[in-house]
């Protein structure tokens, strides 16, 4: 989401292949309960950590996690992380 007016250095390459993956794994919109796309924060971190391709480990996916929520990539709810921008970013 780091635009070229964003001061803050872009995330790495290793996040963003987190955030797409996550994305792709989030339940749609249901214009019900959450009009964006959603991804309870138990599954994310299964999600990622039985991706073979990434290889992390936990600490690894709490970090990942930690700077999605700090960059607004997610924001979350009741144990629910929520894409902030899918149009733009999924």
Request: charged letters at 30%.
């Given at each position: 989401?780091?635009?070229?007016?964003?001061?803050?250095?872009?995330?790495p390459?290793?996040?963003?292949?987190?955030?797409?993956?996550?994305?792709?794994?989030?339940?749609?919109?249901?214009?019900?309960?959450?009009?964006?796309?959603?991804?309870?924060?138990?599954d994310?971190?299964d999600?990622l950590?039985s991706?073979?391709?990434?290889?992390?480990e936990?600490r690894?996916?709490?970090?990942?996690?930690?700077?999605?929520?700090?960059?607004?990539?997610?924001?979350?709810?009741?144990?629910?992380?929520?894409?902030?921008?899918?149009?733009?970013?999924?």
């Amino acid at each position: 989401m780091a635009g070229i007016t964003d001061p803050r250095p872009p995330l790495p390459e290793w996040i963003r292949e987190c955030y797409d993956l996550l994305c792709s794994h989030a339940d749609p919109p249901d214009n019900g309960k959450a009009a964006v796309q959603v991804i309870e924060y138990d599954d994310a971190t299964d999600v990622l950590l039985s991706d073979s391709e990434l290889a992390l480990e936990q600490r690894d996916v709490e970090y990942a996690l930690t700077r999605l929520l700090e960059r607004g990539y997610f924001y979350e709810v009741e144990g629910e992380l929520r894409v902030t921008s899918p149009e733009e970013q999924c």
